[in-house]
């Protein structure tokens, strides 16, 4: 059974920084392309980084030079830094893992909470 629970949300205010960590569990995780996504309250769940099983990143024009995505294979496990913050970084943030062919399946954990607030 795949496990994918994330970690480190909380309140922070405007400048500050958080790392989120997300610890997964009942997959091959290095063959995995491994990701964070963010959907605040009404609006659509988008992508906010991604690390490929050969580390290659990419970032949403909206976090790049304040976020990184990292990954550590041995732990399974896949962190974002985020830095910087601003209250339109608020939303719930969910870590997901992608194995593509054969496997061809979505991970995903049950989020968890960032707000950026005075």
């Known amino acids: 059974q795949v496990r994918v629970v994330e970690s480190g949300g909380g309140l922070v205010q405007p400048g500050g920084s958080l790392r989120l960590s997300c610890a997964t569990s009942?997959?091959?995780?290095?063959?995995?392309?491994v990701a964070w996504y963010r959907q605040a309250p009404g609006k659509q769940r988008e992508l906010v980084a991604r690390i490929t099983s050969g580390g290659m990143t990419n970032y949403a024009d909206s976090v790049k030079g304040r976020f990184t995505i990292s990954r550590d294979n041995a732990e399974s496990a896949v962190y974002l830094q985020m830095n910087s913050l601003k209250p339109e970084d608020t939303a719930v943030y969910y870590c997901?893992?992608?194995?593509?062919?054969?496997?061809?399946?979505?991970?995903w954990g049950q989020g968890t909470q960032v707000t950026v607030s005075p």
């Open positions: 009942g997959l091959t995780f290095s063959f995995a392309t």
């Open positions: 997901n893992a992608y194995r593509g062919p054969p496997i061809n399946r979505n991970y």
